[in-house]
C-alpha cells in the first residue's frame, strides 16, 4: 500500500474517529511516521496549523476530550489525511492565520 502523505506535508483530516467529526478539514502539519501502526496501516504525527483551537480527541476511557495539543502529539492513519500541494498548502496556511488573527 502507498502512502500519501511524507513528514514534512501540510494536510487536510479527511476522517475521524466517531464523535470527533469537529477536527474534520482541519489543516494539519506532518511528521513521523508515528511508531505506531493503526488498524489501517501507516500512522503520523500530527499537529493542528492553528493551535489556538482545542482539538477533540477520545480518551481510552470512551469519553470525549477538548485538549490545546501545545504539549501533546496526535497519531492519525495516513488513509485519514489528504496532503495538499505545496502552493495549495501555502494558500491555505496563509488563510487559516488571518483567520486566527480576526477571531
Known sequence: ???RCKHGDIAIVIKEEPGCEQNLGRLVHVSGP????F??????IIRPVCMEEP?????????????NLNDYDIEHPDAWLLPLKPQQADE???EARELEIHD
Do not use: K, P
Open 1 to 3: 500500500m502507498t502512502e
Open 34 to 37: 508515528s511508531a505506531h501502526d
Open 39 to 44: 488498524v489501517n496501516g501507516l500512522s503520523w
Open 55 to 67: 482539538w477533540l480527541f477520545i480518551e481510552r476511557d470512551g469519553t470525549l476530550q477538548f485538549m
Open 92 to 94: 491555505f496556511v496563509e
